[in-house]
């Protein structure tokens, strides 16, 4: 039975996700996930530029792979400085202001970039680019979620996601058109200009989440204007307004303080532990498996193509978000990074038979990006309103460093002369530590579950 029961005919009292789950997905609620769904495309374009012109930058200006290293990691930095800071921030003045901030600043630090004059200009500016882009992927999904149906969060969440491969794929195939004929500074001049209309366009349009209006005790007329958008003219036989969160609600500070506190700090470590891993492995492979294929006897085109099979492999992600919806979510993805160990494992028993590799290396792409993009909606439903943005954003930022060790880890194998079956047997090892992270994790969800009706924020008049 439902908890949180609507109000009857007649009642002035109105619980607001109650109200979401009861209509049909609207064209406002379409719209959300459209400008969600962008903001995440931008931010797989924007994230990926550097690496699609670094070639240029050498050729242009003199500099070796090893002098681009600022420049490449400056990014990793600010993703998750962005992160860390953007989360309590959206959790105390909003998610739509957050957001809105963060894809201008990435806009315009990625305008900037193109014309910088030197890799101190670069790195400084990759790192500014870098804290947009990671204040404004969590924020997205924190947004999203609130104004998904309940039982349609996880599928929605995760077919956003869907944009970040898209939009690094992209970026791909528009940097190999843009850069012969305008160089590589075009591409940083688009993925400025793009966020920057968009940015326009969100000021106009992007609601603020009506979950968070409620915790904030806003007045009547804005949370009955954000919800008439959903169900309609039915919104105007009430007054009043309440959130019946699902999660216990320990801290009214929210934030940090919400994110850490008892009933959570035990599934916030096992959360970051998890996304942590995940970018271990993602980085580890990305940066290296084309060298380490190329080494292991493969021609250098043969190991590039098989190696960007790994990053294609986001597009099981619906197929995920939609089992999440309907079966319990940390058993699933328990299960994802457990599958996720066989599959990197196994790509460094099959480097000799090329068909079988070419299997390997996409089922491992299918099954970690899957498990890796699906942690954002697990993390949404984990905590209560007041404490979302943050939980979201600080399991990213925490996260963003695990790229970093990721990249040092397989850089590490290579200078031990480790062979490619040691190495990939190595970095099987995080998805496994994941996969006990989410499994402890599932013990910690009952201490989060109100033990009676669940607790509503109410709107007075």
């Known amino acids: 039975m439902d908890p949180r029961p609507i109000a009857p005919a007649g009642a002035r009292t109105v619980d607001v996700q109650r109200l979401i789950d009861d209509h049909p997905l609207s064209g406002w609620q379409w719209l959300v996930f459209a400008m969600c769904f962008l903001i995440v495309l931008l931010d797989g374009f924007d994230t990926a530029a550097i690496g699609y012109i670094a070639p240029s930058l050498i050729k242009e200006w003199g500099v070796t792979k090893p002098m681009l290293g600022p420049v490449l990691s400056a990014a990793l930095f600010g993703l998750a400085a962005g992160a860390l800071s953007a989360g309590p921030a959206a959790d105390r003045l909003g998610r739509k202001r957050v957001l809105t901030i963060a894809v201008l600043v990435f806009g315009l630090a990625s305008l900037a970039s193109a014309f910088a004059a030197d890799l101190s200009q670069l790195a400084t500016l990759r790192f500014i680019t870098g804290l947009g882009l990671g204040a404004a992927m969590p924020n997205a999904v924190t947004l999203m979620s609130e104004y998904c149906p309940t039982s349609r969060r996880s599928t929605l969440t995760n077919l956003m996601f869907c944009g970040f491969p898209l939009g690094a794929a992209c970026g791909g195939f528009l940097a190999a058109w843009m850069i012969p004929q305008w160089g590589w500074r075009s591409v940083l001049v688009l993925g400025g200009i793009a966020p920057l209309l968009l940015t326009l366009a969100m000021v106009a349009l992007l609601p603020e989440s009506v979950r968070f209006l409620v915790t904030r005790r806003q007045s009547v007329e804005r949370i009955r204007a954000a919800l008439a958008r959903i169900a309609g003219a039915r919104v105007h036989d009430y007054d009043r307004f309440t959130l019946s969160?699902?999660?216990?609600?320990?801290?009214?500070?929210?934030?940090?303080?919400?994110?850490?506190?008892?009933?959570?700090?035990?599934?916030?470590?096992?959360?970051?532990?998890?996304?942590?891993?995940?970018?271990?492995?993602?980085?580890?492979?990305?940066?290296?498996?084309?060298?380490?294929?190329?080494?292991?006897?493969?021609?250098?085109?043969?190991?590039?193509?098989?190696?960007?099979?790994?990053?294609?492999?986001?597009?099981?992600?619906?197929?995920?978000?939609?089992?999440?919806?309907?079966?319990?979510?940390?058993?699933?993805?328990?299960?994802?990074?457990?599958?996720?160990?066989?599959?990197?494992?196994?790509?460094?028993?099959?480097?000799?038979?090329?068909?079988?590799?070419?299997?390997?290396v996409f089922l491992a792409g299918v099954l970690m990006n899957t498990s890796q993009s699906s942690l954002a909606p697990l993390a949404a439903a984990f905590y209560p309103t007041n404490g979302r943005a943050t939980g979201v954003a600080w399991m990213m930022g925490v996260g963003r460093f695990g790229g970093i060790a990721g990249s040092f880890l397989v850089a590490q194998l290579n200078l031990m002369q480790a062979s490619i079956g040691t190495v990939f047997t190595v970095v099987a090892i995080p998805a496994l530590i994941a996969a006990a992270a989410l499994w402890v994790k599932r013990g910690t969800d009952r201490a989060t579950d109100p033990d009676d009706e669940p607790a509503a924020s109410a709107l007075a008049h």
């Open 245 to 360: 969160e699902t999660r216990v609600v320990t801290n009214e500070r929210g934030g940090l303080a919400q994110v850490m506190a008892r009933p959570y700090r035990l599934g916030t470590l096992m959360l970051w532990t998890a996304y942590f891993m995940g970018l271990v492995i993602f980085y580890g492979l990305i940066n290296w498996m084309p060298l380490l294929l190329k080494e292991a006897g493969l021609e250098p085109r043969t190991a590039t193509l098989i190696s960007a099979l790994f990053p294609l492999g986001g597009i099981g992600a619906v197929f995920f978000g939609w089992l999440m919806d309907r079966f319990e979510p940390n058993r699933l993805l328990a299960l994802g990074w457990a599958l996720t160990s066989v599959a990197i494992f196994s790509i460094g028993q099959l480097v000799g038979q090329v068909g079988l590799l070419v299997v390997s």
